[in-house]
């Protein structure tokens, strides 16, 4: 896609019509694929994002156990097909520091001194991809750890802020991260206000800086609701079928 | 003292001092170690510099080739960041391709020279869609005792700076080499500030040892006017945001002392 000669228009609105501080649609499911332990699908805007847990269960390669927790292993891919030109299906340096990051803004949540010797593995899929990917993978592999059942103080949710035609933008789509000053994605544990991701590439100053946290805060809050709805959806559904 | 394993005396000894805002070095919680720069020590390098943070020691070798400019901009030269964390740095260091910290060092070192702009890329432009210059920036871990974020960039920086770049003119398109150099053109200077929280305190260039106890990372980059042109949060612990706002604040203040060690030979 060729830049575009403005992000937003007369009336302040961006390309795809949202005011400043708006989310894109967005869409949950959890436990969806039949083989994993814990899985969950996520549309936001035209991000379609699919993730899975396998695990806690036995570590291989075997050294790699440890004695006291369970080991955290995460891996952010892009699908062939999900951009405009196919991306290579080998793992990129992009997508190798997406998947460290990315674990490591899920690692706070999870009470991994519960199953020692064990791992979980996170596989995130990103099947279409229209900016904040990596946001839309946390918030959906949170999702999927909580489906596997397994304890953790807090979803985890995440969501990008950023600056584009000099007025910062909550939820930012390609064209806007490509093309706009900044970028800053965020992910938090609403519950217990913990900042547990956070990147920032572009220029901002450090007032637009605090107003661009906030904002994304903000975003991480409104998702986190779509959230807990998406996980409360699937045991209603299970409830009337065994009413049934 | 070869092993990098920190017994759990010293670590609780480390994080029970910083609650105190102490530190087991004697060291201020915002202060860093002693820092020296030495620029241009690799003559066959266009550019080069060597930092070292305390005990932490990072080479950065900058060459220049000429190369296909990428499609989506023709008219721009192309920045290449990548860092080496050589096995002779650290008995825990493989040899073998890049892992993800160092794919992580390089993106960071890259994101702050490429968001500042501090290599001016268009004007390394030979011809365009089809020839410009491809500056190539190595990170070379020599020694590693914590921080090689700050140390890498810092580094990164200075090699920038004293890069020079061959004449040339055009002759039936080919390049031909004149005698004499120019300074590449450097922009911007964006510094790496980083911080580790241990025992929910901020400290700023956490040492090796620091780093085994540290809960998580923050490193901020702000370029020579005090915008911030980079972050990355790393470790598996969280930040809370009146401590990410503090980090902001101390890193430009930071970045700004560091930025006056650079030196231009």
Not at chain 2, 48 to 73: C, R
Request: hydrophobic content about 40%; glycine content about 6%; overall charge neutral.
């Amino acid at each position: 896609m060729s830049k575009p000669e403005k992000l937003l228009d007369k009336k302040g609105l961006r390309l795809d019509g949202r005011k400043l501080d708006e989310l894109r649609p967005i869409k949950m499911e959890v436990g969806i694929l039949a083989n994993a332990d814990g899985s969950a699908y996520l549309e936001q805007g035209r991000n379609k994002v699919l993730a899975a847990v396998y695990g806690p269960k036995e570590v291989h390669p075997k050294h790699l156990a440890l004695p006291d927790r369970a080991i955290l292993r995460c891996r952010y891919h892009m699908a062939p097909f999900s951009v405009e030109e196919r991306k290579s299906p080998a793992p990129s340096r992009r997508e190798i520091e997406l998947s460290k990051v990315i674990r490591d803004a899920l690692e706070p949540a999870v009470f991994l001194e519960y199953y020692p010797r064990t791992s979980i593995d996170i596989f995130i899929e990103i099947l279409q991809a229209d900016g904040g990917t990596r946001c839309a993978g946390i918030t959906t592999a949170a999702l999927a750890l909580a489906d596997a059942g397994i304890p953790m103080r807090d979803l985890v949710v995440a969501c990008a802020a950023g600056k584009a035609d000099g007025k910062l933008i909550l939820d930012l789509m390609d064209l806007e991260d490509k093309y706009g000053e900044a970028d800053v994605p965020l992910a938090m544990m609403p519950g217990i206000n913990a900042v547990t991701l956070l990147q920032m590439d572009g220029s901002l100053t450090l007032e637009e800086f605090e107003k661009a946290i906030e904002m994304a805060m903000e975003g991480c809050r409104k998702i986190y609701e779509v959230q807990k709805e998406a996980l409360k959806a699937k045991y209603v559904t299970v409830k009337e079928e065994t009413e049934e | 003292m070869i092993s990098s394993i920190v017994s759990k005396v010293k670590q609780k000894r480390i994080a029970q001092l910083v609650a105190k805002g102490k530190r087991l070095d004697g060291r201020a919680l915002m202060e860093y170690r002693e820092i020296k720069i030495e620029p241009s020590i690799i003559e066959r390098a266009e550019g080069s510099a060597q930092v070292h943070i305390g005990k932490t020691q990072v080479l950065v070798g900058v060459k220049i080739e000429t190369g296909e400019p990428f499609p989506d901009i023709p008219d721009q030269g192309v920045l290449t960041v990548n860092a080496e964390l050589v096995p002779l740095a650290s008995p825990t260091f493989e040899p073998g391709p890049p892992n993800e910290d160092a794919i992580e060092l390089a993106r960071i070192v890259d994101r702050g020279i490429r968001e500042s702009k501090a290599i001016a890329l268009e004007e390394l432009c030979i011809q365009p869609g089809k020839k410009v210059f491809i500056v190539f920036v190595d990170v070379y871990v020599l020694n590693h005792d914590g921080n090689l974020i700050d140390a890498s960039a810092l580094a990164a920086l200075t090699a920038l700076v004293n890069t020079k770049m061959f004449n040339y003119e055009m002759k039936n398109d080919e390049i031909v080499k004149k005698p004499g150099y120019k300074p590449l053109p450097v922009r911007n200077y964006p510094v790496a500030v980083t911080f580790a929280k241990i025992n929910d305190k901020l400290v700023v260039d956490p040492w090796l040892e620091e780093e085994h106890v540290m809960d998580a990372r923050l490193t901020i980059t702000t370029d020579k006017d005090g915008k911030i042109c980079s972050i990355q949060k790393g470790g598996s612990g969280y930040f809370t945001t009146q401590q990410i706002l503090e980090a902001a604040k101390i890193a430009k203040e930071k970045a700004a002392e560091l930025r006056k060690l650079v030196v231009k030979t």
